[in-house]
């Protein structure tokens, strides 16, 4: 396999579609691009070379400590975690690194900003970063006001590296505006700062976790490939790493229909 440098990255974005100005979600298991030489942060500096000054690049980062799993827990576990678990700080909260390598790599990038919501946390470079990220809600983190919302509003793009199509955030704001009977709503705390304290919030989300409608892992793979039958996203290979780029607005569009076609009584 030959070395994927920073100017192989910066050609093949560019032969992908990716344009100056764009505003682009991205989602990249970095193993799959090969050996880049310089490291995980080169392909973060080519996309912000190829998007310029006006683009705008946003991850999904989550946090670190979230407590993703506190129910299956031990209770001294649990009982730690309630006791001492520091407070959510956007400022240094570390980002989910399973997710993504380059989720802490873009959170400490300089310039970034990063949205206040615990759970379902974003962030962002570029000249609409501090947008994107601001007045994040903590209630229904993806839906309206949320950052996948104004990625839409920005006629942004989903970036697909060697990812696969169940891990396209943006399918959970199609979930949220799809009308539908019976999603499934959770409720947890999560410790937050605030005005220096810590303060447990309790938030209230669909389940993007277990599923808000049945059958959720399915239509995450189901939904992206029926969007590619009709010719709706463009693909090819960004080093190693066969890649997609979706339309965030005919994507949501696309999965609106499809979902409540399949669980609501909207008409074929």
């Known amino acids: 396999m030959p070395p994927i440098t920073k100017s192989r990255l910066v050609t093949?974005?560019?032969?992908?579609?990716?344009?100056?100005?764009?505003?682009?979600m991205l989602h990249v298991p970095v193993k799959a691009i090969g050996w880049i030489v310089g490291g995980p942060d080169v392909v973060i500096q080519a996309l912000l070379d190829v998007l310029g000054t006006d683009g705008t690049l946003m991850m999904c980062i989550g946090w670190e400590d979230a407590p993703?799993?506190?129910?299956?827990?031990?209770?001294?576990?649990?009982?730690?975690?309630?006791?001492?678990?520091?407070?959510?700080?956007?400022?240094?909260?570390?980002?989910?690194r399973k997710w993504s390598i380059l989720t802490e790599y873009l959170r400490t990038w300089p310039g970034a900003y990063r949205s206040n919501h615990p759970?379902?946390?974003?962030?962002?470079?570029?000249?609409?970063?501090?947008?994107?990220?601001e007045n994040h809600p903590l209630q229904y983190g993806y839906g309206p006001g949320s950052p996948l919302a104004k990625l839409c509003e920005a006629k942004g793009?989903?970036?697909?590296?060697?990812?696969p199509f169940d891990t396209i955030t943006l399918l959970h704001y199609a979930e949220?505006?799809?009308?539908?009977?019976?999603?499934?709503?959770?409720?947890?705390?999560?410790?937050?700062?605030?005005?220096?304290?810590?303060?447990?919030?309790?938030?209230?989300?669909?389940?993007?976790c277990g599923g808000i409608l049945p059958?959720?892992?399915?239509?995450?793979?189901?939904?992206?490939?029926?969007f590619l039958s009709f010719g709706k996203?463009?693909?090819?290979?960004?080093?190693?790493?066969?890649?997609?780029?979706?339309?965030?607005?005919?994507?949501?569009?696309?999965?609106?229909?499809?979902l409540e076609r399949k669980y609501g009584n909207s008409p074929l």
């Open 176 to 208: 949220h505006l799809a009308k539908v009977p019976n999603k499934l709503i959770v409720h947890y705390k999560l410790p937050i700062l605030r005005n220096g304290k810590r303060v447990w919030v309790e938030i209230e989300e669909f389940d993007t």
């Open 119 to 133: 759970d379902a946390s974003f962030a962002a470079v570029g000249a609409r970063a501090k947008w994107i990220t």
């Open 68 to 96: 993703y799993h506190f129910a299956e827990w031990n209770e001294e576990w649990q009982q730690a975690y309630l006791k001492e678990c520091p407070p959510f700080d956007p400022k240094t909260s570390r980002a989910y």
């Open 233 to 258: 996203a463009l693909s090819g290979k960004v080093g190693n790493a066969q890649s997609y780029l979706f339309d965030a607005n005919e994507l949501v569009n696309f999965a609106v229909r499809w």
């Open 157 to 163: 793009k989903v970036l697909l590296l060697g990812a």
């Open 215 to 226: 059958n959720a892992r399915e239509y995450f793979k189901i939904i992206p490939c029926e």
């Open 12 to 24: 093949d974005f560019k032969k992908l579609g990716i344009k100056r100005g764009d505003t682009i």
